[in-house]
C-alpha cells in the first residue's frame, strides 16, 4: 500500500477520569491543530468518560496517532474496532469533529463494547466489524455535530 492510500481506524476507550468541557475544548484545539498539519480527518464522540474516533488519512499518520493514544495516560481499555483501506474520507470537513453523546447512543452501533460488563472483551471479534466506519458516519451525519 502507498504511504498516500487513505487509511482509517476506529477505536473505543475509557477516559482514565471524566473530561471537562475545558479539558475536551484544550484536547479538540491541539488535535485539529495536529490533524490539519498533518493531513488527518476524523470524528471524536464523547460520553460520561466514554470515548469512540474515528481518524481518517495515510495509514502512517493514523497508525502513529494511534499508538499515541494508546499510551496516552486519559486513555485506558483502548480497543481498536475497525481499520483498512478506505476509498474516500467520510469525514474531510473536519480536522476533528466532535459530538457528546449520551451513553445509550452507542449501544445500537455494530461493534461497540461496553466496558462496563464484565469480560466485554471476550466475545469482539475484528470480522463482525467491517462496516463500523460506515455505521459510524450514519451516526454522526444524523444530528448536529460540534465543530
Do not use: C
Amino acid at each position: 500500500m502507498s504511504t498516500s492510500a487513505l487509511y482509517h481506524l476506529v477505536y473505543q476507550s475509557a477516559a482514565t477520569a471524566p473530561f471537562t468541557d475545558q479539558d475536551l475544548e484544550a484536547i479538540l484545539i491541539r488535535s485539529r491543530a495536529w490533524n490539519t498539519a498533518h493531513g488527518l480527518t476524523g470524528v471524536l464522540l464523547y460520553s460520561h468518560g466514554e470515548i469512540m474516533q474515528v481518524l481518517e488519512g495515510t495509514k502512517q499518520e493514523v497508525q502513529y496517532i494511534f499508538e499515541r493514544i494508546e499510551r496516552d495516560n486519559r486513555h485506558q481499555q483502548v480497543v481498536k474496532l475497525s481499520d483498512g483501506p478506505i476509498e474516500q474520507r467520510n469525514f474531510s470537513q473536519w480536522s476533528m469533529g466532535f459530538k457528546a453523546v449520551d451513553a445509550q447512543d452507542f449501544n445500537h452501533l455494530s461493534g461497540y463494547l461496553n466496558p462496563a460488563v464484565p469480560d466485554y472483551l471476550t466475545t469482539y471479534s475484528e470480522n463482525e466489524n467491517i462496516s463500523l466506519h460506515e455505521l459510524l458516519t450514519a451516526f454522526v451525519k444524523e444530528d448536529e455535530i460540534r465543530y
